[in-house]
């Protein structure tokens, strides 16, 4: 295929096109994001973030959470309003360094390829793989069941969960997509439906209290630290745009699908913490995520009577599940941009070769699968050396380590991405208006600094410090091996982000 890419003619390959309809990248990016697990993560690790860190002055403190995620919504809204724009415009396995390439240049645009790989990456490692295993690891003794050679076990399971992901990715975007949209659809039906019972069950103790500050004192910098965290439950929302070169009408449907991931994500994840809050209450929210891992397990048990263990059963079989599909989509979007990389010849072309029947990146699905192994091990096997024979506090941590290292990174995109499109549109001769192309992204871009700069002055509690001062270091790397390139090798740059459909 012969396109003109910006002032050369050159032939560019590209994925298999029309594969997929609006309700695949939904479900790509609403699985992404993993209702299920994030709503035994995030608000759990929210919940004991906030106890380790300002527990002393609000005890109590986690009964906020459904406010802290709701405004944590908005600002990914806000954080998602750039690309919407872009996604009109741009169709690109590349996605965000696609859109910064043609705004902010070339050199921008590899700092975003970086960036960009790296936070799926972790995430894929982080809240995919690890996350699974510590779900696991701190589950099944909650149900009776003792892991044998706990200290290790874990290895080849998160191995085996790799291939398992990796197969299926390797199998094709149809199949693969198609096991993740019947699946959420059961786990999103499933989670809406089981927390109006729970709130229904105690509606005696309803109150719209958790969703005001009064619970940490309406501490205005407490509240933003908090959603520094918790905006990474949201990260799934821009999950359509790696897919957008192998989605039906792609300057339509994927926009489409930011919306409605929103409001799916939205409802689906702050109406589960809400219940969370009401089932456990106020004056007990002092051990929620802290006395046990995974309270959520507790109030399914407790809440549905004679019904409680087989909806417990239910839960556990889709929360696992969700990490599995999560670790699917996050796998298929980073071999994507791999491919994306390749084929512009940023990096080694040979990572662009795709199966002459799926049209799937078949060598970058592989690379991904080698890397996530062995920062999965290494991550698991420090934290297990930090947490000694507490392999279920390890791997919960080393997971989290993974996601507040992503945190940070993940905003620099954004960033880039906010500043890239007033350009982009001048560039294009487009019509600029002020208050969606500059105010928006402008407001996005301040939240987003301060963000970082709260949560170095925060100095959080251990271990959440070491992925702030981690993703520091790793972005550090990433601006050095950018200016390498630029200098040295700039020839490599020529067709970053040159592709569109």
């Known amino acids: 295929m012969k396109l003109k890419v910006q002032e050369t003619e050159i032939v560019l390959k590209h994925l298999k096109k029309d594969q997929l309809g609006l309700r695949h990248a939904v479900s790509q990016a609403v699985s992404l994001n993993a209702p299920g697990g994030t709503i035994v993560l995030y608000v759990t690790s929210t919940a004991a973030l906030m106890f380790y860190t300002f527990g002393t002055a609000y005890p109590n403190g986690a009964f906020a959470i459904p406010l802290i995620l709701l405004l944590s919504l908005v600002i990914y809204g806000l954080m998602s309003f750039s690309m919407y724009e872009f996604s009109r415009e741009l169709s690109s396995s590349g996605g965000y360094y696609t859109f910064v390439s043609r705004g902010l240049g070339s050199s921008a645009g590899y700092l975003t390829s970086l960036s960009y790989v790296s936070y799926q990456i972790l995430s894929f490692t982080g809240f995919g793989i690890l996350g699974f295993a510590a779900f696991i690891y701190g589950v099944l003794p909650a149900i009776g069941i003792t892991l044998p050679y706990q200290n290790f076990l874990w290895i080849p399971v998160v191995l085996v969960f790799i291939v398992f992901v990796s197969s299926l990715i390797y199998s094709g975007i149809k199949p693969s997509l198609r096991y993740v949209l019947y699946t959420i659809l059961i786990e999103i039906t499933f989670f809406i439906i089981t927390s109006v019972a729970i709130i229904a069950t105690h509606h005696s103790e309803l109150t719209l209290k958790p969703f005001t500050a009064a619970p940490i004192g309406n501490n205005p910098l407490l509240l933003s630290t908090m959603m520094i965290y918790a905006i990474g439950t949201f990260v799934g929302i821009g999950g359509a745009l790696p897919v957008a070169e192998e989605t039906q009408n792609p300057k339509r449907n994927v926009p489409l699908a930011i919306i409605i991931t929103i409001l799916i994500l939205g409802v689906t994840i702050i109406l589960s913490s809400y219940a969370q809050m009401i089932a456990w209450g106020e004056v007990n929210m002092a051990g929620f995520g802290v006395v046990t891992p995974y309270p959520v397990l507790l109030i399914y048990q407790n809440s549905f009577g004679a019904f409680g263990t087989a909806l417990l059963a239910v839960l556990i079989i889709i929360v696992a599940n969700s990490y599995f599909t999560a670790t699917v989509s996050l796998g298929t979007n980073a071999s994507r941009v791999l491919f994306s990389m390749s084929r512009e010849k940023v990096i080694d072309e040979r990572i662009s070769r795709m199966h002459h029947r799926t049209g799937v990146p078949t060598n970058a699905v592989v690379l991904i699968a080698i890397i996530s192994a062995v920062i999965v091990i290494t991550t698991g096997i420090v934290f297990e050396n930090l947490y000694p024979g507490q392999p279920v506090l390890a791997l919960t941590y080393a997971s989290i380590f993974l996601l507040i290292l992503e945190s940070p990174i993940s905003y620099l995109i954004h960033i880039l991405t906010n500043t890239s499109l007033v350009l982009y549109l001048k560039k294009e001769g487009k019509k600029i208006r002020y208050f969606r192309h500059l ?63």
């Open 439 to 501: 105010i928006i992204p402008g407001i996005s871009t301040l939240t987003l600094i301060f963000a970082i700069v709260v949560a170095v002055y925060f100095n959080l509690s251990v271990p959440y410090i070491y992925g702030i001062y981690g993703a520091m270091v790793w972005i550090a790397v990433i601006l050095a091996i950018t200016i390498v390139i630029r200098t040295k090798y700039k020839e490599k740059l020529e067709l970053i982000g040159d592709f569109s459909l």
